[in-house]
């Protein structure tokens, strides 16, 4: 749960920057090769996307771009986490 976070918040961070930073070229950079038989793997998008609609259901998207929504939605997810987590510490 704490890595999901970490990449959330991440993803954030990314999505408010210019088009033109580099970090924002390459997430969403496309390289052109062929893909192997069978199922395709997941990409880091589908896992960002599906941490997202998890966190906070399915408007994720528009409210990444709003800093403070942002940072509210992650703190309410991460203090949901800390009162569900066993005691005794650990995951």
Known sequence: MMMMMMIL????H????????IPKR???MNLER??????????WQDGVREDGRIVSGEGWQE???????WKKILRTARN???LHMPMGGGC
Do not use: D
């Open 9 to 12: 918040r991440w993803f954030g």
């Open 63 to 69: 409210i990444v771009h709003y800093r403070e929504g």
């Open 14 to 21: 990314v999505q408010r920057m210019e088009e033109n930073i």
């Open 26 to 28: 390459v997430l969403y």
């Open 34 to 43: 062929t893909r192997m038989r069978g199922r395709p793997r997941n990409r």
């Open 80 to 82: 949901r986490w800390i």
